[in-house]
Every structure is written in C-alpha cells, then in structure tokens.
C-alpha cells in the first residue's frame, strides 16, 4: 500500500500544479504582457523556489495539517481515503478549467476519512479557528487590499495611458514589477501548498522509512511538474473573470504574494485560489460591470462543492478500507 499511496501523493501534487500555478501568472497573460506559455514557464519555475523553501519554512504548516485537524491515529487507509479525495476533486476540476482549492478539498477529505475512523479525533473547534476562518477571511481581505490598491494607482495609470496615447508610454517599470509580483505569488503559493500536501503522505510514508524532508522534495518535483499543465485553468482566469489592464495584474498579484507569503510563514492555510479571485476583482473596484458574473458564480459553485466532494469520497474510500 505504501507503493500506492506515494503514486497517489504524486498525483495530487501533479494536480495542485496544474491547477494552481494559473493563480500567480494568468494576470501576466491577461494583461497582455506576455504569452500564457512563457507566463506558465515563469510560474513553474518560482512555484520550485517556494515549494523547496518550504522544506525548511513550512513546518508549521505542515504540523497543523498532519496533526492540527485530525488528531486520531493516521493509518495507511486514511492516508490514502484522503489522497483519494482530494486528488479526484481537484483533478476533475483541472480537466474542466475551474481554479479550485487544494486545501479545501485536503481538508475535506481529512474530516470525511476522519469521521469514520474515529469522529471523535476530529478537532472541530481548531478547525474552525485555524483552517476555516482564515480561509473565508481571506478572499474578502484580498478584494479590499486590491480595491484599495487599484484606487491609489490609478492616477498612476491615467498617467501612464496618457504617456502611452503620444508615443511616448513604455510601461516598462509596471512591467517588470508585474514580472516580480507575478513571480512573488507563484513562490508563495509553493511555500503554502506544498507542506499541506506532504503532511498527508507523510502519514504513511514516514512510518515507512521515508524522512519528512524526502516527502516534502517528492512533493516539491511533482508540483512543479504539474505546473507546465496549467494553461487551461490560466487561460480561465485570467481572460474571463475581467478585462485586465498592466496596473491591474499588477495590483492583484502584489496582494495576492502578499497574502499567501504571510500565511504560509504563519501557517495560515489561506488558499491561493480564492486569495487571487478576490484580488484580480478587486481591481474592478466598485465598478461591479466589469466583472464577469457568469464565471465568478461558476468559481462560487466549484468552490461550495470542493470541501463536500472531498468529504465524501474520502469517507467512502474509508469505509470500504475498514
């Protein structure tokens, strides 16, 4: 089983790349500042810097998550009920383009798998206080940063489109901030993800003669493995949530690594997906017209849905283990 169970963490760090890297670089595309290729090249490679930093800053992250949600024993059934349901939910999304949250759907399938081992482990009130809120907190935090964000700079980007009206606009200094912010985001999102998703597969494969740090790099490759295949989920985001300008991704992306940055220091698992939605629509600012409702309610849908999904079928899987 162990065998199994690392194939399926492969899978689920494959999954998380595919699926996330869209949340740091679709901007950079959308704004028209470069190819969605050379954007997915960009995150892939930032997406590596964070998720190696984390071998060493994520510990914290990865505690909560191996021992802060279920506190139960974690035997090799559960390690894979969990795998099972995270990675079928988050890799059915990828096929339909919709940029979903690998921790909600980890910390789904952790209550569902747990509740049937033993239902009593399951720690309810720090779920609550350390994984729920800061998950729900964060995409109305993020919209208000960018809100704020986007009215500041705006003098800024009447300027600069003047500038660009005469001749005479290069945008090269919003550019290259783009470029970095960009970049910031993707890193952050690797040193957020990465500890969640090793911290499940440790709970076999530790036991099994694996050191956390072997886990940790496995799941460090395999993401940034993922991450080449993440044109579609980038392509959904970032051509049809809102018509965004350079400031805009600009804004959106430096709230974002600002956010995701500073959970995955503290461990606060906010996930980067609703994290850099709530951005990229902030910079609409109270110009609600701009946004597309369609593609948001389908984000808001998927959303709802990926804890649930993860539950459940890590709770089947469970139960046809017991």
């Given at each position: 089983?162990?065998?199994?169970?690392?194939?399926m963490?492969?899978?689920?760090?494959?999954?998380?790349?595919?699926n996330?890297?869209?949340k740091?670089v679709?901007t950079?595309?959308g704004?028209g500042?470069?190819?969605y290729r050379?954007?997915?090249?960009?995150?892939?490679?930032?997406?590596?810097?964070?998720a190696?930093?984390?071998?060493?800053l994520?510990?914290s992250?990865?505690?909560?998550f191996?021992?802060?949600i279920?506190t139960?024993?974690?035997?090799?059934?559960?390690a894979?009920?969990?795998?099972?349901?995270a990675?079928?939910?988050?890799t059915l999304?990828t096929?339909?383009k919709?940029?979903?949250?690998t921790?909600h759907?980890?910390?789904?399938s952790?209550?569902g798998?747990?509740?049937?081992?033993d239902?009593?482990?399951?720690?309810?009130?720090?779920?609550i206080q350390?994984v729920l809120?800061?998950?729900?907190?964060s995409v109305?935090?993020?919209?208000l940063i960018s809100?704020?964000l986007?009215?500041?700079?705006r003098?800024?980007?009447?300027r600069?489109?003047?500038r660009a009206?005469?001749g005479?606009g290069?945008?090269?200094?919003?550019?290259?901030l783009h470029?970095?912010s960009?970049?910031?985001?993707?890193?952050a999102?690797?040193?957020?993800?990465?500890?969640?998703?090793a911290?499940?597969?440790?709970?076999a494969l530790?036991?099994?003669g694996y050191s956390?740090?072997?886990?940790?790099?496995?799941?460090?490759?395999?993401?940034?493995?993922?991450s080449l295949?993440?044109?579609r989920?980038?392509r959904r985001l970032?051509?049809?949530v809102?018509?965004?300008s350079?400031y805009d991704g600009f804004?959106?992306?430096?709230?974002?690594?600002?956010?995701?940055?500073?959970g995955?220091?503290?461990?606060?698992?906010?996930?980067?997906?609703q994290?850099?939605?709530g951005?990229?629509a902030?910079?609409?600012g109270?110009?609600?017209?701009?946004l597309?409702g369609?593609?948001l309610r389908?984000?808001?849908?998927a959303?709802?849905?990926?804890?649930?999904?993860?539950a459940a079928v890590?709770a089947a899987?469970?139960?046809?283990a017991?």
């Amino acid at each position: 089983m162990t065998i199994v169970i690392l194939i399926m963490l492969v899978g689920l760090a494959i999954a998380n790349g595919a699926n996330d890297v869209s949340k740091g670089v679709a901007t950079l595309a959308g704004a028209g500042v470069t190819a969605y290729r050379t954007a997915i090249l960009w995150g892939t490679v930032t997406t590596a810097v964070g998720a190696l930093l984390s071998i060493q800053l994520g510990r914290s992250m990865g505690k909560l998550f191996s021992s802060g949600i279920f506190t139960g024993k974690p035997t090799n059934a559960f390690a894979l009920a969990v795998l099972i349901g995270a990675t079928s939910w988050v890799t059915l999304a990828t096929i339909t383009k919709l940029p979903v949250s690998t921790t909600h759907a980890v910390v789904g399938s952790l209550v569902g798998a747990g509740l049937v081992i033993d239902a009593s482990a399951v720690q309810w009130q720090g779920l609550i206080q350390k994984v729920l809120t800061p998950l729900l907190v964060s995409v109305f935090v993020a919209y208000l940063i960018s809100l704020a964000l986007a009215y500041a700079i705006r003098p800024l980007a009447r300027r600069g489109a003047a500038r660009a009206a005469n001749g005479n606009g290069k945008r090269k200094i919003i550019d290259v901030l783009h470029w970095i912010s960009s970049g910031a985001t993707s890193g952050a999102r690797g040193l957020n993800d990465t500890p969640k998703i090793a911290a499940i597969g440790g709970f076999a494969l530790i036991p099994a003669g694996y050191s956390a740090e072997t886990v940790s790099l496995l799941v460090a490759i395999a993401m940034t493995a993922g991450s080449l295949l993440g044109i579609r989920v980038a392509r959904r985001l970032g051509d049809n949530v809102i018509k965004l300008s350079h400031y805009d991704g600009f804004t959106a992306n430096l709230t974002t690594a600002s956010l995701v940055g500073l959970g995955g220091l503290y461990a606060l698992p906010m996930t980067t997906t609703q994290v850099s939605t709530g951005s990229i629509a902030g910079t609409a600012g109270f110009n609600f017209s701009r946004l597309s409702g369609k593609t948001l309610r389908d984000f808001a849908i998927a959303w709802l849905v990926t804890p649930f999904w993860g539950a459940a079928v890590a709770a089947a899987a469970m139960w046809i283990a017991k």
